[in-house]
């Protein structure tokens, strides 16, 4: 299986590193000096610098030349995929959705985006608790691979399976989606936390809180609780929600310590999906009759909002039951 990336940043730069272990591996980036740097150096120096890249990854800087691959895995930010997947050569070539978030206007997961572009594509999800620099330096890394056609889902678990990266099966695409958008923003939430200061207790409440937001939306879009409580949801949950390798909790760091988002947001060119995936979410949420009391605060927080009166308001919420 001829595997195709789309995206040259850290996870599709990973991800590549995944996928050479069984056979060469063309990943299409959009910066020139990223085909020059994977090409020239075996190295991604702007989004992956320090990891030394396989041979077997050749970039290229034309979507054309992804024609003919057996599989692409489409890691360009959620909410370019629908952009770069008009203008790439896909047919039914099956979309392996690597991006974590909400399409901004539309209010489409990553894998609706996918099938609006190339209708005949069959799609699968792959989500989990995954920081790209762990996964491309070979630590034991796992992961939820989504796809409701049972025969390529084990083909493409095959293909990139190796001792250092297991994937476990899934046919609940939308529930492997929705772990990896939600918990985004809950990430942004954690970091808050501790860059306020608010302790350890108020930490693990918000992580326990925030899976109760996300299953209560997962819910009403039709995933699994299963799925949700697995690696795509509460295991990337767990993973994002306590370490400042993840840009959406340094973010939320930034913020709580007094930052505005507008200055945290300015010129960075590494992504923080939570941000983008916030106000979306909340949309989706309101249409959906969900309380998300944790995603809304994270949207007055990057609305401007100080932190300070965002955790005030949230602690003064009316007491509930838990479910
Ligand atoms: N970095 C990680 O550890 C992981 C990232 N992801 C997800 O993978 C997706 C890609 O993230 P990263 O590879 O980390 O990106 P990154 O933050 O390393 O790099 C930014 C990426 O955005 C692309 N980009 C910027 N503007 C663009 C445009 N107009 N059109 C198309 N692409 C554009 C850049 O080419 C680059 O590939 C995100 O959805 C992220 O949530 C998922 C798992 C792990
Ligand atoms: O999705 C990720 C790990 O699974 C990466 O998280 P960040 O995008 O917050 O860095």
Same mark, same amino acid.
């Given at each position: 299986m001829k595997i195709g990336v789309i995206g040259g940043g850290a996870w599709g730069t990973a991800l590549a590193q995944v996928a050479a272990r069984g056979g060469d591996v063309l990943l299409w980036a959009r910066e020139p000096d990223v085909v020059e740097s994977i090409n020239g150096r075996h190295e991604n120096l702007t989004f992956l610098p320090g990891v030394p890249l396989s041979p077997d990854i050749r970039a290229t800087g034309l979507l054309a030349d992804l024609a003919g691959r057996d599989a692409l895995l489409v890691v360009a930010p959620a909410q370019h995929v629908g952009a770069v997947l008009e203008a790439t050569p896909v047919g039914r070539t099956p979309l392996v959705l690597c991006a974590k978030g909400i399409e901004a206007g539309t209010r489409r997961l990553v894998g609706e985006v996918a099938q609006a572009a190339h209708a005949e594509a069959p799609i699968a999800v792959l989500s989990g608790p995954t920081f790209a620099h762990e996964v491309a330096a070979g630590l034991p890394t796992a992961v939820t691979l989504a796809c409701a056609d049972d025969a390529l889902q084990a083909r493409l678990a095959g293909r990139l399976a190796s001792p250092s990266f297991r994937?476990?099966?899934?046919?609940?695409?939308?529930?492997?989606?929705?772990?990896?958008? *939600?918990?985004?923003?809950?990430?942004?939430?954690?970091? *808050?936390?501790?860059?306020?200061?608010?302790?350890?207790?108020?930490? =693990?409440?918000?992580?326990?809180?925030?899976?109760?937001?996300?299953?209560?939306?997962?819910?009403?879009?039709?995933?699994?609780?299963?799925?949700?409580?697995?690696?795509?949801?509460?295991?990337?949950? *767990?993973?994002?929600?306590?370490?400042?390798?993840?840009?959406?909790?340094? &973010?939320? &760091?930034?913020?709580?310590?007094?930052?505005? =988002?507008?200055?945290? &947001?300015?010129?960075?060119?590494t992504v923080a999906e939570g941000a983008f995936t916030a106000p979306v979410l909340a949309e989706a949420a309101a249409e959906a009759g969900v309380d998300m009391p944790i995603t809304a605060a994270v949207c007055r927080l990057l609305d401007g909002v100080p932190a300070r009166a965002v955790i005030d308001d949230l602690l003064a919420r009316p007491l509930r039951d838990e479910g």
């Amino acid at each position: 299986m001829k595997i195709g990336v789309i995206g040259g940043g850290a996870w599709g730069t990973a991800l590549a590193q995944v996928a050479a272990r069984g056979g060469d591996v063309l990943l299409w980036a959009r910066e020139p000096d990223v085909v020059e740097s994977i090409n020239g150096r075996h190295e991604n120096l702007t989004f992956l610098p320090g990891v030394p890249l396989s041979p077997d990854i050749r970039a290229t800087g034309l979507l054309a030349d992804l024609a003919g691959r057996d599989a692409l895995l489409v890691v360009a930010p959620a909410q370019h995929v629908g952009a770069v997947l008009e203008a790439t050569p896909v047919g039914r070539t099956p979309l392996v959705l690597c991006a974590k978030g909400i399409e901004a206007g539309t209010r489409r997961l990553v894998g609706e985006v996918a099938q609006a572009a190339h209708a005949e594509a069959p799609i699968a999800v792959l989500s989990g608790p995954t920081f790209a620099h762990e996964v491309a330096a070979g630590l034991p890394t796992a992961v939820t691979l989504a796809c409701a056609d049972d025969a390529l889902q084990a083909r493409l678990a095959g293909r990139l399976a190796s001792p250092s990266f297991r994937p476990y099966a899934s046919a609940d695409v939308i529930g492997a989606e929705i772990g990896g958008a *939600v918990k985004n923003v809950l990430a942004i939430a954690c970091g *808050v936390v501790e860059g306020a200061g608010l302790g350890q207790n108020a930490r =693990a409440a918000l992580i326990a809180r925030g899976f109760a937001e996300m299953t209560r939306f997962g819910m009403a879009r039709g995933a699994r609780p299963e799925t949700l409580a697995g690696l795509s949801g509460l295991g990337d949950l *767990v993973l994002t929600c306590s370490s400042t390798s993840s840009r959406n909790f340094s &973010l939320g &760091l930034g913020l709580g310590r007094g930052a505005r =988002a507008i200055d945290l &947001l300015a010129d960075r060119r590494t992504v923080a999906e939570g941000a983008f995936t916030a106000p979306v979410l909340a949309e989706a949420a309101a249409e959906a009759g969900v309380d998300m009391p944790i995603t809304a605060a994270v949207c007055r927080l990057l609305d401007g909002v100080p932190a300070r009166a965002v955790i005030d308001d949230l602690l003064a919420r009316p007491l509930r039951d838990e479910g």
